[in-house]
């Protein structure tokens, strides 16, 4: 077997790969020996077909079968005997052979990049702490008493904090549209869970009032026959209820699940979780500067295009069911690619660089994290056994929480080698969700996944 290897541009190679034709030709020849034991063809007994018989009727098909197979065979003995670490499949072109001859076919591929991780030992993080205290506590106490609180009906106006009922009607330029109607929709006003502007709008109002309410709807917003479109909505207003709040007290720990120790326990509880929030939050943090500042100092690594247009095809599949469960419009949106160019090629340069340093460094997967991950997700649901027993049965979901994991190895070795310092914030801060720096958010499943 003869090779060639050419450097086209970049990471991309064109390799020339030529096998011999008696190569080709014996294994064919091998094959049709084997078939003619067995096939059964008309006015011939089984085993009794002649050679030549069979060649005729079969030689064509037998040997694009063996093409195939010693394509599939040459071309990797090919990459090892080069020493080419492929970034995607390649695209083949069959230049000789199909017929007679040696066979000979280009193969052109991008390469993986050859690279030092830069920027680790250099490195400077902040670490937010958070200290948990009574007043933290109590704001916690007070949502569980909103959330166990009683309405009754009033005859004033609404004002923030009022549950309000309402049935409504959109329009856009007189026409209806998807979810333009609402019956009995209960609106508690502060709560975000409306758009602030209807909610907005319903403060001041009573009981039997109407109103036409304005909205725009954003220029991302998942149902595209209305983005950017201005929906009139006429409400009507048919109860403004106030909450009555419940005693902070053991009946109300009773009420939100803790059957010993009353009010007492439930603080004990609060803090708890709070303290592991506020650790999970400082990870997090601690966890998105380390992948910016590995994604800034090794931003000059070549990026295989193969591997951005995988991400980008996942990334598009991943909005395609999120827009679906949401809306629930189950046919196929126009998802242009270069919507995910960015974040597609961050992901890959991150995922390119925590494999080297999983690599570099031999860093291996802690299978005990990996079980106390899957506890700890698994014990945010009613049934956390079934959970359990869900994820250990699917491959998929368990090489995702694998990958996660890994992941985290990485983070910490390198928060290892880097100068930490703590900083002080309050818990309110710390919690706050952050927004995500253009491509930084979903650098989730990285490790593992670029080099497969």
Partial sequence: ????????????????????????????????????????????????????????????????????????????????????????????????????????YEAVFEVMPEFQVKGVQEMTLERPVAEVTDADVDKVLTDLQKQQAKYNPVERPAQEGD?????????????????????????????????????????????????????????????ESIRGKT?????????????????????????????????????????????????????????????DKLAESNSDIAIPRALVDGEISALQQQMQQRIQQQTGQQEAMDLPGELFEEQARRRVLLGLVMNRLISDNGLQLDRERVQQQLQELAASYPNPQEVVQYYSQN???????????????????????????????????LLKPQQPQGAAGGDEEQAGKSED
């Fill in 395 to 429: 491959q998929q979901l368990m090489q995702s929480l694998e990958i996660n994991v890994l992941e985290d190895q990485v983070v910490d070795w390198v928060v290892e080698q880097a100068d930490v310092e703590d900083k002080p914030t309050d818990l309110d801060t």
């Fill in 231 to 291: 929906a009139v909505f006429h409400t009507t207003v048919k109860a403004v209820e106030e909450p009555e709040l419940p005693a902070l007290d053991d009946d109300l720990a009773v009420a939100v699940g803790v059957a010993e120790g009353g009010l007492a326990e439930l603080k004990n509880l609060i803090r708890k979780n709070l303290t592991a929030e506020a650790e999970r939050a400082s990870r997090a943090r601690l966890k998105q500067q380390v992948t």
């Fill in 1 to 104: 077997m003869q090779v060639s290897v050419q450097t086209t541009e970049g990471l991309e190679r064109r390799m020339t790969v030529q096998v011999p034709a008696e190569q080709v030709d014996q294994e064919v020849a091998n094959r049709l020996r084997d078939l003619s034991r067995n096939v059964r063809l008309d006015g011939f007994r089984p085993g009794k077909v002649p050679f030549k018989v069979v060649q005729k009727r079969f030689g064509s098909q037998v040997r694009q079968e063996v093409i195939n197979d010693v394509l599939q065979r040459s071309y990797g003995e090919a990459l090892s005997q080069e020493s080419l670490n492929p970034a995607g499949a390649p695209a083949v072109d069959i230049k000789q052979g199909l017929e007679s001859g040696d066979l000979e």
């Fill in 163 to 223: 549950r309000v009922v309402v049935d409504f009607v959109g329009k856009i330029e007189g026409e209806d549209f998807p979810g333009n109607e609402g019956e009995d929709q209960a609106v508690t006003l502060g709560s975000n869970t409306m758009p602030p502007e209807f909610e907005q709008a319903l403060v001041g109002l009573k009981a039997g009032d109407t109103k036409d309410i304005e909205y725009t709807f954003a220029d991302d917003f998942p149902t």
